[in-house]
């Protein structure tokens, strides 16, 4: 183990370019199979190749989760983009106008003090499209009933600088049909008071080998390009389905169960979506039981020699997206063998 990726200094992502593809193609499948446009969410990989790459497979646009991302995507050349987020306040807008005259875009808003916002600021000569946000039981944003969505849908039609683009959710998990009987109320709502919803946009990785359901016409899974050690116990995907890694090295040994690696909260981020330990050892079911910054705690359950000191080992990390936005640079690879660095572009966006 100690020889394992020697050329590269850890801690580190390792992203394997040829998981990555087959995951793409399968979900590009399972979307033209049930007939709904894929707009694959890039806050997991933030990285324009893979938004590209999804879209020459057939996906309809990108989405993005911050206003800092789709700038980010915008500059690279991606021209569909879709931020399912409320874009608040002077600073957001004025940067929200710029890039609206630059790609497609779509944004969503859930009160009136949003739409309100959206309103003052766009014209009909660039108008904006708005979707409107529905909380169909995940507890975030959203309206919380049909009525809420007519009247938004109105203030919006009633807007001359903005265009009304449909409803969109953020599911709750396993409630896929849950949630789509509570937009079908919304859309019949809208249609009797002569509204049509031309889109419908929901959408996780746990639910993505649902069926698709009307009225939903779009879903943006996120973190189905690389997987994760949450997704493998949602059974969404199978450990060998996973392409990101992280590779640390032990740097210490205190006691014969113990090992220490060189990656901590810095690079698994603390986030444990409601399981025990934070990553999973590649190959075992030895688990990063306790973080601290810099360091990864891993008890064995027996005593054992390995790993030494100085040996290498790979961490299936609980959640992907957070240790993307970790890391400036990943490095892809294929198998064992490096490929090469890809810097994080839109990293760090949280603004
Ligand atoms: C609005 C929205 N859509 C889609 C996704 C993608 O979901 P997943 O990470 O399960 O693929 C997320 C993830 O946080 C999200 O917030």
Known sequence: M????????????LVDLDRVEVNLKRAQAHADKEG??????????????????????????????KLGEA?????????????????????????????????SLSVTADSPDTVAGYAATFTPDAPLTVLIECDTGAGRCGVQGPAQVLALARQIIGAPGLRFGGLMTYPPLHNFSKSCAWLRDAVDLLGD???????????????????????????RPGTYIYFDRFQVQEKVASFDDCALTVLATVV???TSTRIVIDAGSKTLSSDLMGMSGH????????????????????????ASDWPHVGDRIRILPN???????????????SGDKVLERVVV???GRVD
């Open 345 to 347: 572009a839109s990293r």
């Open 71 to 103: 700038e980010i995507m915008a500059d690279s050349g991606l021209k569909d983009i879709f931020l399912p987020y409320n874009i608040v306040g002077p600073l957001k807008l004025a940067r929200l106008k710029a890039l609206n005259t630059r790609v």
């Open 279 to 302: 990553g999973l050892v590649v190959g075992t079911d030895y688990l990063v039981k306790a973080l601290s910054e810099e360091h990864g705690v891993i008890e064995m359950p027996e």
């Open 319 to 333: 959640h992907a997206c957070v240790v993307s936005n970790l890391f400036d640079e990943i490095v892809l690879v």
């Open 252 to 254: 210490s040994r205190p």
């Open 193 to 219: 008071a002569g509204i049509a919803v031309q889109r419908v946009s929901s959408g996780n990785s746990p639910d993505m080998w649902d069926a698709n359901e009307a009225p939903v016409t779009e879903r």
């Open 36 to 65: 709904y446009a894929l707009r694959p969410h890039t806050k997991t990989h933030k990285l324009p190749r893979f938004a590209r790459r999804a879209e020459e497979l057939g996906a309809t646009g990108i989405t993005v989760q």
């Open 2 to 13: 100690t020889e394992l990726f020697a050329s590269l200094d850890t801690p580190c992502v």
